[in-house]
């Protein structure tokens, strides 16, 4: 009997018969051959079936065969260059071929291209097609390198809650729900706070689950609900976070390289510039990075982009200033020092300058800005007691969060980091709903 294969793996299988179990992709008759792309989940492969191979009744289906449809192929392994597919460069010689269904003829995503509101509306379907095939294994990949990396360097992972008391990113993008006759309670814009319980117990911990923001705007890098990986240490201050972030981020990058070329290359991305991606990142302040962006801003001579980029020292950064400042780095760029007012209430103020904050922003080159944002957090109970009135928040919520820095309190740092984000720079892709099986924006909550 033939073995079972995947079609990631046909490499190994040359000269070999092997049995796929798949998709038709596309087909193409050349009168006594019938070419099929067949996807099976982990790749695409061309097996080409022969009139002269197959009972008379079988080739006539085939010729016929609609896109999508379910099939079951056994067949010899070829090596050939000229071959389409993921990986390319093998086609298999059809010997025996299953049709398990054969698929409606009316199927929505055929292989033209499709305006983004109509491949949105199917993307039950269009997760099928090679590019979003593609965008959605490398961020299966970026999932598993992060945690690869925690679990290798000593963090625990914690599920933390996802209905929460209270706001902890800003009051403005909370979704609410009632919570039975305990009044309202929010989904959570970040597991962080209870991460930072999490370390006095278990020293570094990360938490890496869906993320709630009602965003109002409509941009091509937020979502509504996102995958936020976030990582907290204890005994740990900004210069360390840096640190573990450029160490995990450039293993992401090294295992994406690794495992996903093909996809990459299906996708079109300059390789040379991911191959780029490797710690130390340059790390500048907040400060300089004004300074450079007023410098930036005289310099351009677009009066449209001259616009964008105004600025003055306590502003947070747009995506034009953040797109400035990457265009003048090969890898990723920390910001580190941001003024307090455009940050949350939990971070750490910098000595003697308490207009500003132990921030961090990792900002990714080519356009794609803030992948990563994190700080050191504030550790003197009465510090944050004030901080959290002065942002009126409901403070018999942050009880527990309080008592966190009366016993045993330490210099503690974690950061978030969006999944989402970090596939779309990888990948290269314009729009950060693709990075995602079903996105969900302002406008969107369907399918
Ligand atoms: O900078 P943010 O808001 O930081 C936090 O939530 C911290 N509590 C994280 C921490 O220190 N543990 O979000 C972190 C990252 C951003 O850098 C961005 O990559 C991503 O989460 N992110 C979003 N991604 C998609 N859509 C949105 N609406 C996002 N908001 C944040
Ligand atoms: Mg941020």
Redesign the pocket.
């Known amino acids: 009997m033939a073995e079972y294969i995947s079609v990631s793996k046909i490499s190994n299988y040359v000269e070999k018969e092997v049995t796929i179990k798949g998709w038709v992709y596309n087909r193409t008759d050349k009168g006594k051959l019938v070419f099929l792309l067949i996807r099976d989940g982990s790749g695409f492969v061309q097996c080409v079936a022969f009139k002269g191979d197959l009972e008379p009744e079988v080739f006539d289906r085939l010729v016929r065969l609609p896109q999508e449809s379910s099939v079951i192929i056994t067949g010899v392994v070829r090596e050939d260059k000229r071959a389409p597919g993921i990986p390319g460069g093998f086609e298999v010689g059809v010997k025996q071929i299953e049709i398990v269904q054969e698929a409606g003829l009316d199927y929505p995503m055929s292989l033209k291209d499709h305006g983004p509101d109509f491949a949105l509306d199917n993307r039950h379907l269009w997760i099928r097609m090679q590019s979003q095939w593609a965008i959605l294994r490398i961020r299966a990949t970026v999932m598993a390198a992060t945690r690869e990396w925690l679990d290798n360097n000593g963090f625990a992972e914690m599920s933390t809650p996802i209905l929460t008391p209270a706001a ?2 800003g009051t403005t ?1 909370l979704f609410e729900t009632e919570y039975f006759d305990e009044g309202k309670a929010y989904l959570a ?5 209870y ?1 930072e319980a999490n370390i006095f117990a278990f020293g570094k911990v990360y938490c890496f689950g869906p ?1 709630f ?1 009602a ?1 109002k705007s409509k941009t091509r ?4 609900e ?1 995958w ?1 990986l ?3 240490i204890a005994f740990c201050d900004l210069d360390g976070l840096m640190e573990v972030e450029e160490q995990m981020l450039t293993h992401i990058i090294q295992r994406v390289l690794r495992d996903r070329m093909p996809e990459l290359k299906s996708l079109g991305r300059d390789i040379s510039k991911l191959e780029k991606i490797v710690g130390p990142f340059p790390r500048i302040s907040y400060d300089d990075a004004a300074k450079m962006i007023v410098e930036l801003r005289e310099k351009e001579t677009d009066p449209e982009k001259k616009a964008l980029l105004a600025f003055e020292w306590g502003m947070d950064f747009g995506a034009p200033h953040e797109t400035a400042i990457t265009n003048q780095f090969e890898t990723p760029v920390f910001v580190y020092g941001y003024p307090s007012a455009v940050k ?1 209430f ?1 971070m750490e103020p910098w000595p003697d300058r308490p207009e500003v904050c132990k921030s961090v ?2 900002l990714a080159p080519e356009g794609y800005g ?6 050191e957090r504030m550790s003197d109970p009465e510090k944050l007691l004030a901080r959290i009135r002065k942002e009126k928040l409901p403070e018999d919520a942050f009880k527990w969060y309080l008592e966190l820095r009366k016993y045993g309190s330490v210099p503690h740092s ?9 596939t779309s720079w990888i990948c290269g892709i314009e729009h ?1 709903r693709e990075a995602i099986a079903f996105p969900r924006t302002i406008k969107r909550v369907y399918p």
Do not use: K, W
Request: hydrophobic share 30%; with cysteine.
């Open positions: 902890a990113e993008t814009q970040t597991g962080q706070l991460n993320t923001r965003e890098r937020h979502l509504t996102f936020m976030e990582p907290e949350a939990y922003d990792l803030e992948i990563c944002g994190g700080s974690g950061f978030g980091m969006g999944t989402e984000r970090v950060i």
